[in-house]
């Protein structure tokens, strides 16, 4: 067998795993569902360097030997380097792919002062439920209003004012 043979079958290969690893994991990968409560943002090389890691450097080496030829120590040297570049693609996705977790980042209630919101609806005597933005995201709160007013429309804007005894207060 030559040494371009050998190359060929490498890129081929490794293509059909990749291709067979592809079409598992969009077609049956999570069939079953988890929940949990316990979250951990934990990254390491181990992703970097592990079977899906080495199938895509015999991808980028073998299909650069195929295209390029020769077996000139610069045409190792530049496949090693694709081989290489295909790896740290094949991190960086993954980083991406932790950064779309959402992680809940709880507030303290006083940091909501000064906060505006808008009104949703008019529970009557001076109480209000309104959206505001909240641990990363637009959540009902209810509040009170101090001057007692009774007359604040939905969507209306208004600023909470002040926090005690567990209950927020508009003016």
């Given at each position: 067998?030559?040494?371009?043979?050998?190359?060929?079958?490498?890129?081929?290969?490794?293509?059909?795993?990749?291709?067979?690893?592809?079409?598992?994991?969009?077609?049956?990968?999570?069939?079953?569902?988890?929940?949990?409560?316990?979250?951990?943002?934990?990254?390491?090389?181990?992703?970097?360097?592990?079977?899906?890691?080495?199938?895509?450097?015999?991808?980028?080496?073998?299909?650069?030997?195929?295209?390029?030829?020769?077996?000139?120590?610069q045409t190792y040297a530049l496949a090693v380097l694709?081989?290489?570049?295909?790896?740290?693609?094949?991190?960086?996705?993954?980083?991406?792919?932790?950064?779309?977790?959402?992680?809940?980042?709880?507030?303290?209630?006083?940091s909501l002062v000064g906060r505006a919101g808008r009104?949703?609806?008019?529970?009557?005597?001076?109480?209000?439920?309104?959206?505001?933005?909240?641990?990363?995201?637009?959540?009902?709160?209810?509040?009170?209003?101090?001057?007692?007013?009774?007359?604040?429309?939905?969507?209306?804007?208004?600023?909470?004012?002040?926090?005690?005894?567990?209950t927020y207060y508009i003016e």
């Open positions: 067998m030559t040494s371009h043979e050998i190359f060929m079958l490498t890129a081929l290969v490794s293509t059909g795993i990749f291709l067979l690893q592809f079409v598992i994991s969009v077609f049956f990968g999570d069939l079953d569902m988890d929940v949990d409560g316990d979250a951990n943002v934990d990254f390491d090389l181990g992703s970097l360097f592990s079977f899906k890691g080495l199938v895509h450097f015999l991808i980028g080496f073998g299909w650069t030997r195929v295209l390029f030829g020769g077996d000139t120590w694709v081989g290489m570049v295909f790896m740290l693609v094949l991190f960086y996705s993954y980083v991406l792919a932790y950064r779309l977790q959402n992680l809940r980042k709880p507030e303290k209630p006083y009104i949703y609806i008019n529970v009557g005597d001076g109480r209000y439920t309104i959206f505001v933005k909240r641990d990363g995201a637009e959540r009902e709160l209810d509040v009170v209003s101090e001057s007692g007013r009774t007359d604040y429309k939905t969507d209306q804007v208004v600023t909470i004012k002040t926090y005690r005894d567990n």
